[in-house]
């Protein structure tokens, strides 16, 4: 596998022109940046024989650095692996499951190994849209990627496969056969903090009580006035972990995407099912840090020996953790990129979801607030 690394920026537009037979290139950018649909078309015809696929972003991410201003994307050429896409749309959060279905079954085969996917960040119920991608290819088949994000605005989000990125999509890269390696690791890092909850009223991925009480009334509480008034941005500082209180080592950490002021309810990226545990967290930056290393460490594990060629990671990172860490983002970054060494080059975007199987059941599920690390190479002979 070879891997190019290319960027575009306003002033210098693409920093690269093609020097490999890409068979795949993502990209990652801002919402404004990709609205029009000409940088799409500028990489297809960069790379005309490759796939092309991206969305808008929180930040994007190129090796250590992160920026709101370039398109970070990287170009893949692969020596004996098959690739797949599909496209589908996504109208509302309520046919998530379905249009997880449709991809799941445009995708499956005996030798499919790994998919990678894209999601609308801000129409769609990612648990429900990973269970029905799940359900067609079975759940030893590693799926992971992120929502699309639009950074602190929370207005757009767009998904593109092949085609210019729009609204209410879903897209997903398929890799097959016996060549290809994919690893992956997914931490949070976030301290828990105030009294466990239950939660006592909720549908799908809104929440509208815990213990009896509004939900929304909580956040006010911890928000203050000023933090009332950026909701549901201000929300991503204090994420929830929930749990089956059956499970309770099978905790999952959940995102605020949106408020009902009138219904008093909140709106998260996953499902938030009644009768479990929640909790409020908050960040602390070496933790954060650390646990960006250990999804490292276990992406990198996770492609075993006797690899060829070039390697990537593909960095999947909350929005709301660069939120809470501010000018310290880096940190995360750099502690990533000492864990691979310069071996492993890093793309990736801050997300408003990411996807990845769990750390206990090894199932894969829709995770908030974590770094989510996909590495991706090649093994021949």
Known sequence: MRVEQLSWSEAVGWSASARIGAGLVLYFGTRRALTCGKRYRELRAIYPDAHVVGCSTGGQIRNDDVTDEEIAAAALAFDATE??????????????????????????????????????????????????????????????????????????????????????MVAAVAFYGPAIRIGHGCVGGWDEFGPRRRITRSRGNVLFEFDGKPALDLYERYLGEDGVKDLPVSALVFPLRIFDPDRPDHDIIRATLAVDRNARSITLAGDVPEGWIAQLMRGNFDRLAAGAAMAARRAADGLGPSRTGDQIAILVSCVGRRLVMGQRTADELEATSAEFGPGISQLGFYSYGEISPHLVSGVCELHNQTMTITTIAEALG
């Open 83 to 168: 690739l797949r896409v599909a496209c589908e749309p996504v109208p509302s959060p309520n046919r998530s499951r379905s249009c997880g279905e449709a991809i799941g079954k445009a995708l499956a085969a005996r030798d499919l190994v790994g998919i990678f996917v894209l999601s609308d960040g801000l129409h769609v119920n990612g648990d429900a849209l990973v269970s029905g991608i799940t359900d067609a290819v079975g759940q030893k088949i590693a799926i992971t990627g992120g929502l699309a994000g639009d950074g602190a605005e929370f207005r757009k989000t767009l998904v593109g496969a092949d085609r210019r990125p729009r609204t209410h």
